[in-house]
């Protein structure tokens, strides 16, 4: 299992950014890919972004396409989410996990992203 944190949400304005973290803990961190998922009210967890270990290969949901960036950082046990040209629809908590998560697996308490003006 992977253990994680996120942080670096926030209030902000429709166009503005925010640039979310997410430290795990675990040996097998630099050896498996890692995705941020999102949750609005009422609606079900869904899938942003994932980046394989080597950061070979990288995926987005449509609906961020182009103004979302997934990087992470494996010396450091971290992966990034950089939003830009936030939206209100864009409101939500944002989760890390494995890619795809393990059968069962925990999750961390998120960090609340609110897009509003």
């Known amino acids: 299992q992977v253990q994680v944190v996120e942080s670096g949400g926030g209030l902000v304005q429709p166009g503005g950014s925010l640039r979310l973290s997410c430290a795990a803990s675990?040996?097998?961190?630099?050896?498996?890919?890692m995705g941020w998922y999102r949750q609005a009210p009422g609606k079900a967890r869904e899938f942003v972004a994932s980046m394989t270990s080597g950061g070979g290969s990288i995926k987005y949901v449509d609906s961020v396409k182009g103004r979302f960036t997934i990087s992470r950082d494996n010396a450091n046990n971290t992966v990034y989410l950089q939003m830009n040209n936030l939206k209100p629809e864009d409101t939500a908590v944002y989760y890390c996990n494995k890619d795809p998560p393990f059968p069962g697996a925990s999750w961390g308490q998120g960090t609340q992203v609110t897009v509003s003006s």
């Open positions: 675990g040996s097998i961190f630099r050896f498996i890919a």
